[in-house]
């Protein structure tokens, strides 16, 4: 028509739901973060397309890499309902850095991926931060990451995570080693509680409660329950390394994740070897406690979704179980003799229970 005028403009990306600016602007934010996990090897700076890593600076001769990734899970949903977004990067970070110690390794750089519906730098700056905190906790550079900002494939408000760890040892110093043997010691590492795995049934329990995410913790009651949830994985990286270079007997590592005891110790114990363990040596954080009565969850269905208060299990020679205690124990944790090493048949379950954990 005659005199028509379009007043229509082009679309950007931002007309799309996705910010660049936005994003440059928080990756400036973050720099100062990812500086502070410096360390021999790198130099923790971000904006290239890629991480550095020098090998020798770290002092390594001949080293084999070592290399694993993870997430959060649904742990995810209670760090977004509760707005507290500065613990889950400390569980990113732990998950990763947990599984590399357990081959020996030492965790040396990791990267992380953000992705979201929208973008919240608010939001995203407190992720890092706590993914910069476990990387300063295990020693381990940060030395990259992704954030990816992607609407229609998220809700606003949501968000999700994975890391990746890589790690080195000195050729012929990984674990587990080949003389695992009966009689071997076991020694379990005290959880911080559940860690980053079962929050499933976790959120479930929780709704079955009629509980609040602000109301007081039941096993805890001086926290909000959500924040009490939200308790960070431990990380045993220095604790281990100190126990590694100290040459004290260390046979075997199992990081107790999905699957618990039964599922994560026979991943390093060989042919023939199977795990007694006393369930009544070990003291578990009152929160498995209430998570058993609370949503009437049987023993043996605790001890396959949750640590029950092991994070991690050492495998120690007999006759350096004592030293090896004393030595974690100056290094911070608490330490448990949890059990030993035994011959099994094929028939055998590869983990026996004796005892209880007194949840009932």
Not at 43 to 62: P, T, V
Not at 251 to 258: D, V
Not at 316 to 340: F, P, Y
């Amino acid at each position: 028509m005659a005199g028509s005028q379009t007043t229509d403009a082009g679309l950007t990306y931002a007309d799309a739901g996705v910010d660049i600016d936005a994003g440059n602007a928080l990756v400036e934010r973050l720099k100062a973060l990812v500086r502070a996990t410096r360390r021999s090897g790198a130099d923790a700076e971000i904006g290239g397309f890629g991480g550095l890593f020098d090998l020798k600076a770290a002092g390594f001769s001949d080293p084999v890499l070592v290399a694993a990734n993870d997430g959060v899970g649904t742990k995810l949903k209670i760090a977004i309902e509760t707005g507290i977004h500065d613990t889950v990067g400390v569980d990113l970070v732990a998950m990763s850095v947990n599984d590399v110690i357990v081959q020996g390794a030492e965790p040396l750089f990791f990267l992380d991926y953000f992705a979201c519906g929208r973008l919240s730098g608010d939001t995203a700056y407190e992720v890092v931060k706590g993914i910069a905190t476990g990387c300063m906790e295990a020693g381990c550079a940060l030395v990259g990451g992704e954030t990816a900002e992607m609407p229609g494939m998220y809700a606003d408000g949501d968000y999700d995570l994975a890391g990746f760890a890589v790690g080195a040892a000195e050729r012929g110093r990984l674990l587990p080693r080949r003389d695992v043997a009966p009689g071997d010691v076991l020694l379990g590492l005290a959880s911080s509680g559940v860690h980053s795995n079962g929050f499933s049934l976790v959120r479930r329990i929780v709704a079955r409660a009629g509980l609040e995410l602000d109301a007081p913790a039941p096993f805890a009651p001086s926290q909000p329950l959500g924040r009490a949830l939200l308790t960070p994985t431990r990380i045993y990286v220095r604790s281990l390394l100190a126990a590694l270079k100290a040459g004290l007997g260390i046979k075997a590592l199992a990081h107790i994740t999905g699957g618990g005891l039964p599922d994560n110790l026979p991943r390093v114990l060989p042919d023939g070897l199977g795990a007694v363990i006393d369930l009544s040596t070990i003291s578990s954080p009152p929160v498995f406690g209430w998570l058993a009565q609370a949503g009437g969850v049987a023993e043996a269905e605790m001890l396959r979704t949750f640590n029950c208060g092991v994070g991690m299990v050492v495998v120690a020679a007999r006759d350096e179980a004592d030293r090896l205690t004393t030595l974690l124990a100056l290094e911070g944790e608490t330490v448990m003799r949890i059990g030993e090493i035994a011959p099994i048949d094929k028939a055998d379950e590869p983990v026996r229970f004796i005892g209880s954990l007194g949840f009932a």
